[in-house]
């Protein structure tokens, strides 16, 4: 409660800096972003997440393992929105717009969080309403927790009308709200059980391989990643909060998110980083070659020397170097590519990963990257557009933010955005889970079909918890 305490203690300060803005709105003509940001009392952000999400909740939740950093949102304020082909270049050029004339306010710099949709071009699915072409959302409260240190962001757009003093209200009334949940915490209920799935049977998704390796056969195209969707009801509503959790305790070194949306919640621990900028160093990830995880330590590390021998695997994943290496060349110089991948290990599988990083060339933006590489190879395919072509005449659903850019942006241009993978889209009592393979000219049917599935196990036990 002494950060409640705290932003009490600031409402004089919000409210001079929601009055500038307002000023600046006159002058203008228009909205003006303002954020006022303060170090609070460290917080656990996914607990938080855990114990206030609820289905008509505006919130989220982004964490990534290796630097320990995690965001939570409370209450949306604004939202940048792109639709179609230019959907990135879109909320880009918003972005800057928004930042012109923004009063900021203290050591954290004005931030938006969101998604984007796998392929513009694929006729939207009622299940993913709210979850659009470009949503990148500046949130009314928003935690950063970095390391030890915690902040408290506080952002609104300000209008030529608005008062000053009735924002500042806003501000602490939705604290106030997410302070009290946090407190009282979130009802008991009893883990619900699974009670049936609706997929598509094993035969005709594998046929769904069989065709793609014809396709491969007989056309320039090398590689294509095809999907599953599979519908699970459970015998009560999913609490994401408690999915999230057991997401974290299962898989601590994957990216974990929950993105709250029209009272679905589109949730997952991902492995795979698209791209992070950080003062204009530029990481990506190309990971791509995949095995089980055995509990027993000696035929583990066996799985993984036969990953990295398996020349399958091998060829997969070098395709999926090589195409970044090529994409980031003109923008990244010098590029740094190991000569060979390290094996990343998850609680029930491990792939083949290379880091790929450089500076970035000091015109291009973090969402320039991120058009430029979605879809990897490793969600897509190569060529590219005979893949994406593939996929939406042959996969037979709208993947929605499944396998498509989550993350963060900062108004210093610094951010990170993962690929939506090993996730579930809830409502109620429904998840849809998705899994997709990597099919090359050597794939096997069957064995592709048995990938999906271990794919799909760590979700399925973490909604039953």
């Known amino acids: 409660m002494s950060a409640f305490t705290q932003l009490e203690g600031h409402a ?104 984007f949709r796998f392929d513009h071009q694929v006729k939207a699915s009622p299940a993913w309403q709210g979850f659009g072409d470009a949503s990148l959302l500046l949130m009314t409260l928003l935690l950063v927790r970095d390391g030890d240190a915690c902040w408290l962001l506080c952002q609104q757009r300000v209008a030529a009308d608005d008062v000053a003093q009735r924002c500042c209200e806003h501000v602490l009334n939705q604290w106030h709200a997410l302070m009290d949940r946090y407190v009282s915490g979130p009802r008991p209920t009893a883990a619900p059980h699974h009670t049936r799935d609706q997929c598509l049977p094993r035969a005709c998704w594998e046929s769904k391989i069989a065709h793609a390796l014809e396709v491969l056969r007989d056309t320039p195209l090398q590689k294509v990643v095809l999907a599953r969707e599979v519908l699970s009801e459970f015998s009560r509503p999913i609490n994401a909060g408690r999915t999230l959790a057991t997401l974290a305790s299962n898989d601590p070194g994957a990216y974990l998110f929950a993105f709250r949306r029209y009272q679905a919640c589109f949730i997952g621990a991902s492995p795979e980083r698209l791209v992070k900028l950080h003062n204009g160093h530029l990481q990506t990830l190309a990971l791509a070659g995949t095995t089980r995880r055995d509990p027993n330590p000696e035929h583990d590390a066996q799985l993984a020397h036969a ?159």
């Open 12 to 115: 004089a300060g919000l409210t001079e800096v929601f009055e500038c803005a307002r000023q600046r709105a006159i002058e203008h003509g228009k909205p003006v972003l303002a954020s006022y940001a303060l170090n609070i009392t460290a917080l656990d952000l996914l607990a938080l997440f855990e114990r206030v999400d609820e289905p008509h909740a505006e919130c989220l939740f982004w964490r990534a393992p290796e630097d320990d950093k995690s965001l939570f949102g409370w209450g949306v304020a604004a939202e940048l929105i792109g639709a179609g082909a230019q959907r990135f270049a879109t909320v880009d050029a918003q972005w800057r717009d928004w930042l012109e004339g923004a009063v900021v306010h203290g050591p954290l710099a004005p931030t938006v969080c969101g998604g």
């Open 307 to 465: 990953l990295l021998a398996c020349e399958k695997n091998q060829h997969e994943h070098a395709v999926v170097v090589q195409i970044i290496q090529r994409d980031l060349a003109p923008w990244v110089a010098p590029l740094q590519v190991p000569p060979a991948p390290h094996i990343k290990r998850l609680s029930r599988v491990q792939h083949l990963a290379t880091l790929i990083e450089g500076p970035l060339h000091p015109r291009r933006s973090l969402l320039d990257m991120v058009a430029l590489l979605h879809p990897t190879p490793a969600v897509g395919g190569h060529e590219r557009q005979q893949a994406l072509e593939h996929i939406r005449q042959f996969e037979g659903f709208d993947r929605g933010w499944y396998a498509a850019p989550l993350g963060w942006l900062d108004a210093h241009g610094n951010g990170e955005f993962i690929v939506g993978l090993r996730s579930a889209l809830l409502k109620g009592n429904q998840a849809r889970l998705f899994a997709g393979c990597g099919i090359v000219e050597h794939s096997d049917p069957a064995c592709e079909y048995d990938e999906t599935c271990i794919k799909l196990a760590g979700m399925r036990a973490a909604l039953q918890r």
